[in-house]
């Protein structure tokens, strides 16, 4: 069983940058693999980048790749997105997601087993 907050959104103008984090709770952290999804208004929940148990492995949506990074560090029970180079298109609630059963199936929402509550994230022209 597995809980998880996000925190770091906020309000930046195009070109900044914000670092969202998610911080879990329960047993077993650093077996699951850990995701990150946005729902901007009058969408549907996007997949945005994902990480292995062991960090080694990771992916990213094309509309972010090379300007957003994951990584974790399961001492501290932590997931980031590090994003840079803000647009107003990644305007969205962040949420942050556990997957357990190895990883695979990253891409898709229904894989992913917990759910945080979600941090918005907002970036002006």
């Known amino acids: 069983q597995v809980q998880l907050v996000e925190s770091g959104g906020g309000l930046v103008q195009a070109g900044a940058s914000l670092r969202l984090s998610c911080a879990a709770s329960g047993r077993t952290f650093r077996s699951y693999t850990m995701g990150w999804f946005r729902q901007a208004p009058r969408t549907s929940r996007a997949f945005v980048a994902a990480?292995?148990?062991?960090?080694?492995?990771?992916d990213y949506a094309d509309s972010v790749k090379g300007r957003f990074t994951i990584s974790r560090d399961n001492a501290k029970n932590t997931v980031y997105l590090q994003m840079n180079s803000l647009k107003p298109d990644d305007t969205a609630v962040y949420y942050c997601?556990?997957?357990?059963?190895?990883?695979?199936?990253?891409?898709?929402?229904?894989?992913?087993?917990?759910w945080g509550q979600g941090t918005q994230v907002t970036v002006s022209s």
């Open positions: 997601a556990a997957k357990d059963g190895g990883y695979s199936g990253t891409y898709y929402r229904g894989s992913y087993d917990y």
């Open positions: 990480i292995s148990w062991s960090g080694v492995n990771t």
